[in-house]
């Protein structure tokens, strides 16, 4: 295989190929077309039929997610020019700049399925190019050219049908795609198990690490502890609902009697253009995370010094969400004064214990573990999001150790727990590797590594330049029958009684002939 770079049309550089490759757009090898737009007007229309589209949402990186299939109202016209067929490739046209042109191969999944406009499809023209290798293309050594193509707004970055048809493409000798196909689906298969056999144990040490928490924050992480049979609720006239065993020993109390319980700052635009105020870090729901805080982004506010001295968070305060999907309400982290005069937003909570009645991290873990039915249960439900209000909040029935098993209970599940830490981030390593394995893998097949190339294979310019002449014979013949259709509708089109010559004129009766006018 021959080195260096040559330059194409775009100013993109192109690798120099094995013998018997060829550099083909994806204009040359397949049919790109766009899909159907959502018309409001046609959608209350029930005299059209609810058709299956695929929609971005559908179209994962060399996937098809078909969990949720929405339909959609269009004339049948429009059913027939968008449906897919099995071996077409889609793509995506917008979205975040990392994730365009990801798709995968239709496989003829669901009958009479279109896609929508922010969906492209490339229709293969002959056996230029295995479909599912050129997916695999796209999803991978393609992706540099799609990020550096694209345009970019605000958010969202997207790709014009125009610029994507222009996609440099490295093509194998039909023989040679067969072979790495081959290949290809077995070391990819092999990857997928592994992955998926990760992915399983990433969930099963999650489920210990919630179990290690719950039990180390009831005080029943101690294999001697004794759990009490019936745990009494702490107010008959309130809903705890089901609460979960403790320790002999350990009792329950409210949140509000343990803990002082506040709410956030809430940004005033207006504030933030006013220099003479103090700008400080503050933290948001996206800071919060399930038992950790992630500080990799901290925003800033202008508040006023008296807001700061209120909000300003102290070491061992905890943080709780207020709203978002309901399975993340009331989680979050302890504060460790990691930034000085760090205050938080209205959607976090915080809460101080008093007295030090309990230790911060038996606290922190009950409210991301055994806690978190409690908090779904109460939430508030509005179109896409859950909320949970203060006073609610502050009725969190939370367990209290004893004041001389706290400290015990704490280093016992600091030391389950960062085991399974040290776990769960080998698990992820491995996870990590797996997906730089599969890159490596997909750019040996690109530039002709994965397996060897055989002299006798019909190089694939031959195979380009016959479909580019199929194609230009039947271009000439979609415009000769085009033409014919014409001309049949102009022969067969009425003549007008002005020019019939046997029309018989009555008595009396002129011709009306046409006028001139001359500039």
Same mark, same amino acid.
């Given at each position: 295989?021959?080195?260096?770079?040559?330059e194409?049309? /775009?100013?993109?550089?192109?690798?120099?190929?094995?013998?018997?490759?060829?550099?083909?757009?994806?204009?040359?090898?397949?049919?790109?077309?766009?899909?159907?737009?959502?018309?409001?007007?046609?959608?209350?229309?029930?005299?059209?039929?609810?058709?299956?589209?695929?929609?971005?949402?559908?179209?994962?990186?060399?996937?098809l997610?078909?969990?949720?299939?929405?339909?959609?109202?269009?004339?049948? *016209?429009?059913?027939?020019?968008?449906?897919?067929?099995?071996?077409?490739?889609?793509?995506?046209?917008?979205?975040?700049?990392?994730?365009?042109?990801?798709?995968?191969?239709? +496989?003829?999944?669901?009958?009479?399925?279109?896609?929508?406009?922010?969906?492209?499809?490339?229709?293969?023209?002959?056996?230029?190019?295995?479909?599912?290798?050129?997916?695999?293309?796209?999803?991978?050594?393609?992706?540099?050219?799609?990020?550096?193509?694209?345009?970019?707004?605000?958010?969202?970055?997207? %790709?014009?049908? /125009?610029?994507?048809?222009?996609?440099?493409?490295?093509?194998?000798?039909?023989?040679?795609?067969?072979?790495?196909?081959?290949?290809?689906?077995?070391?990819?298969?092999?990857l997928?198990?592994i992955?998926?056999?990760?992915?399983?144990?990433?969930e099963?040490?999650?489920?210990?690490?919630?179990?290690?928490m719950?039990?180390?924050?009831?005080?029943?992480? *101690?294999?001697?502890?004794?759990?009490?049979?019936?745990?009494?609720?702490?107010?008959a *006239?309130?809903?705890?609902?089901?609460?979960?065993?403790?320790?002999?020993?350990?009792?329950? @109390?409210?949140? /509000?009697?343990?803990?002082?319980?506040?709410?956030?700052?809430?940004?005033? /635009?207006?504030?933030?253009?006013?220099?003479?105020?103090?700008?400080?870090?503050?933290?948001?729901?996206?800071?919060?995370?399930?038992?950790?805080l992630?500080?990799?982004?901290?925003?800033k506010?202008?508040?006023?010094?008296?807001?700061?001295?209120?909000?300003?968070?102290?070491?061992?305060d905890?943080?709780?969400?207020?709203?978002?999907?309901?399975?993340?309400?009331?989680?979050?982290?302890?504060?460790?004064?990691?930034?000085?005069?760090?205050?938080?937003?209205?959607?976090?909570?915080?809460?101080?214990?008093?007295?030090?009645?309990?230790?911060?991290?038996?606290?922190?873990?009950?409210?991301?573990?055994?806690?978190?039915?409690?908090?779904?249960?109460?939430?508030?439900?509005?179109?896409n999001?859950?909320? %949970?209000?203060?006073?609610?909040?502050?009725?969190?029935?939370?367990?209290?150790?004893?004041?001389?098993?706290?400290?015990?209970?704490?280093?016992?599940?600091?030391?389950?727990?960062?085991?399974?830490?040290?776990?769960? +981030?080998?698990?992820?390593?491995a996870?990590?590797?797996?997906?730089?394995?599969?890159?490596?893998?997909?750019?040996?097949?690109?530039?002709?590594?994965?397996?060897?190339?055989?002299?006798?294979?019909?190089?694939?310019?031959?195979?380009?330049?016959?479909?580019?002449?199929?194609? +230009?014979i039947?271009?000439?013949?979609?415009?000769?029958?085009?033409?014919?259709?014409?001309?049949?509708?102009?022969?067969?089109?009425?003549?007008?009684?002005?020019?019939?010559?046997d029309?018989?004129?009555?008595?009396?009766?002129?011709?009306?002939?046409?006028?001139?006018?001359? @500039?």
């Amino acid at each position: 295989m021959s080195a260096g770079k040559v330059e194409n049309g /775009s100013g993109v550089g192109r690798s120099r190929l094995p013998d018997g490759w060829a550099w083909a757009t994806l204009d040359d090898l397949a049919e790109v077309a766009g899909g159907v737009t959502k018309d409001a007007k046609r959608q209350s229309d029930p005299s059209l039929p609810g058709v299956p589209y695929l929609r971005v949402a559908n179209v994962q990186r060399m996937k098809l997610d078909l969990g949720e299939v929405a339909t959609i109202r269009v004339p049948a *016209d429009a059913v027939e020019r968008y449906r897919l067929q099995p071996g077409d490739v889609l793509m995506t046209e917008g979205g975040d700049r990392d994730k365009l042109g990801r798709g995968w191969v239709w +496989e003829g999944q669901i009958d009479t399925c279109i896609h929508q406009n922010h969906v492209f499809r490339a229709r293969i023209t002959g056996s230029a190019i295995e479909p599912k290798l050129l997916a695999l293309y796209l999803n991978s050594v393609a992706r540099p050219w799609l990020e550096a193509n694209a345009k970019q707004s605000v958010n969202l970055a997207s %790709i014009s049908i /125009s610029k994507i048809k222009q996609l440099p493409v490295a093509v194998p000798p039909i023989a040679e795609q067969q072979r790495i196909a081959v290949v290809l689906d077995a070391h990819l298969a092999r990857l997928d198990a592994i992955e998926a056999k990760l992915s399983a144990a990433l969930e099963h040490l999650d489920a210990l690490q919630n179990s290690t928490m719950a039990a180390a924050a009831t005080g029943l992480i *101690d294999p001697k502890a004794v759990p009490a049979s019936s745990p009494p609720s702490p107010d008959a *006239d309130l809903d705890s609902g089901a609460l979960p065993e403790l320790a002999k020993g350990w009792r329950w @109390s409210r949140l /509000s009697d343990i803990a002082e319980v506040v709410g956030g700052v809430t940004k005033d /635009s207006k504030r933030q253009a006013d220099e003479a105020l103090p700008e400080v870090p503050y933290l948001r729901v996206a800071n919060a995370q399930r038992a950790r805080l992630d500080l990799s982004q901290v925003t800033k506010i202008r508040v006023p010094a008296k807001t700061l001295s209120k909000l300003r968070l102290e070491s061992g305060d905890l943080l709780l969400t207020e709203g978002g999907d309901r399975d993340k309400l009331g989680r979050g982290w302890i504060w460790e004064d990691q930034i000085e005069d760090c205050i938080h937003q209205n959607h976090l909570f915080r809460a101080r214990i008093q007295h030090a009645i309990t230790q911060p991290k038996l606290l922190a873990w009950y409210t991301n573990s055994a806690a978190r039915g409690w908090f779904e249960s109460h939430a508030k439900q509005s179109v896409n999001l859950a909320s %949970i209000s203060m006073s609610k909040v502050r009725n969190l029935p939370v367990p209290i150790p004893p004041q001389a098993e706290q400290l015990e209970a704490v280093a016992a599940g600091e030391r389950s727990l960062g085991h399974l830490t040290v776990l769960a +981030e080998l698990t992820r390593q491995a996870v990590a590797h797996t997906a730089t394995l599969r890159r490596v893998l997909l750019a040996d097949a690109f530039s002709g590594c994965l397996v060897p190339q055989d002299p006798a294979d019909e190089p694939a310019e031959d195979l380009l330049k016959r479909i580019r002449v199929e194609r +230009e014979i039947a271009e000439a013949e979609r415009k000769a029958a085009r033409k014919a259709a014409r001309s049949r509708a102009k022969a067969a089109a009425p003549v007008s009684a002005a020019r019939r010559d046997d029309t018989t004129l009555a008595d009396g009766e002129q011709t009306t002939l046409p006028l001139e006018f001359n @500039s």
